[in-house]
C-alpha cells in the first residue's frame, strides 16, 4: 500500500507540473487572463493533494518518498488543446486513484480506503469540470468573442472540493 501511495504522490506532483506549464504557456498569450489564474489555481490545488498524501502515509507511520518529476509539455496550439489535455490528465488520475481502492480493499486496510475516498470525489468533480469546459470550447471554436466569454467565465471556476488540508 506504501509503495503504491508514493507511486500517487509522484502523479499528483507531476499533474501539479503539468498545469503550471499550462499556467505559464497561458500566461503569455493574449486576453486569457483568467484561464491563466485557472490553470495556477489547478497547479496549486494539485500540489496540495501531493502533500496530503505525503502527511498522510507519514503520519499512517510510512516514510512518503519525494520523486523526482518529468518535464511538462511546455506549449499548445490552442487553449482547446491545453483543456483537452487536461481532460486526459484528469481521466488517467481518475484509474489511479481508484487502483489505489483496489489495493486498499484488497489489503484489507480500511484506513487507507476511507482517505482515498476524499480523491474519489475529487477526481469526479474535476473530471466533470473539464467535460463542461471541453464542451464549451467544443462550441465556440475558433470565434473570438466566445473565447472572450469563455475567460470571462472561467474566473468563477474552481475544482477544489474541499480544503485538502
Ligand atoms: Fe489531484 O486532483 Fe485531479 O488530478
Known amino acids: 500500500m506504501q509503495d503504491a501511495l508514493n507511486a500517487q504522490v509522484l502523479i499528483e506532483g507531476q499533474s501539479s507540473q503539468v498545469y503550471l506549464a499550462m499556467a505559464s504557456w497561458a500566461e503569455i498569450q493574449p486576453g486569457i487572463d483568467n484561464v491563466t489564474a485557472f490553470f495556477y489555481r489547478h497547479s496549486d490545488e494539485e500540489r496540495m493533494h501531493m502533500l496530503k498524501l505525503i502527511h498522510f502515509i507519514n503520519e499512517r507511520g510510512g516514510f512518503a518518498v519525494i520523486p523526482p ?5 511546455l506549449t499548445y496550439p490552442s487553449i482547446h488543446h491545453a483543456f483537452k489535455e487536461l481532460l486526459k490528465h484528469e481521466i488517467m488520475v481518475s484509474e489511479s486513484i481508484n ?5 486498499a480493499l484488497t489489503e484489507k486496510d480500511y484506513a487507507t480506503h476511507n482517505f482515498l475516498q476524499w480523491y474519489v470525489a475529487e477526481q469526479i468533480e474535476e473530471e466533470a469540470l473539464a ?8 462550441l465556440i471554436g475558433d470565434d473570438k468573442g466566445g473565447l472572450y466569454l469563455f475567460d470571462r467565465d472561467v474566473l468563477n471556476v474552481s475544482v477544489a472540493s474541499g480544503n485538502p488540508e
Open 99 to 103: 487502483n489505489l481502492v483496489d489495493i
Open 69 to 73: 518529476f518529468e518535464q511538462p509539455n
Open 131 to 138: 467535460r463542461v469546459l471541453n464542451d464549451k470550447l467544443e
